[in-house]
């Protein structure tokens, strides 16, 4: 009989997506304070949503999202993980000026 290993990774279910000005700020400082570690803004119900929100981090053009600016300081990534569609963002510094 062989044995496989494996990793498995617990975690709490994903909050609902920060979506609100204010929480976006908090979300977005709270990166700042830990550059280049990933976080979960949160998840989508489809994928389309997924990626769109992942987009508008990285540019950082609505109002909304002015907490990512200027655009390119922070990386979004869209995940489809075990049926949930998931945006994690990481602060990298720099971006356009």
Request: hydrophobic share 35%.
């Amino acid at each position: 009989m062989s044995t496989s290993t494996i990793t498995v990774r617990f975690e709490a279910p994903a909050p609902e997506p920060f979506r609100r000005l204010e929480t976006r700020q908090a979300f977005a400082e709270a990166l700042r304070s830990k550059p280049g570690e990933w976080a979960l803004l949160g998840k989508y119900s489809t994928p389309g949503t997924m990626r769109q929100e992942a987009y508008a981090v990285r540019q950082a053009l609505d109002p909304k999202d002015q907490p990512f600016a200027p655009a390119g300081s922070f990386e979004a990534e869209a995940r489809s993980v075990c049926g949930e569609f998931r945006v994690y963002v990481r602060y990298v510094g720099g971006g356009a000026a």
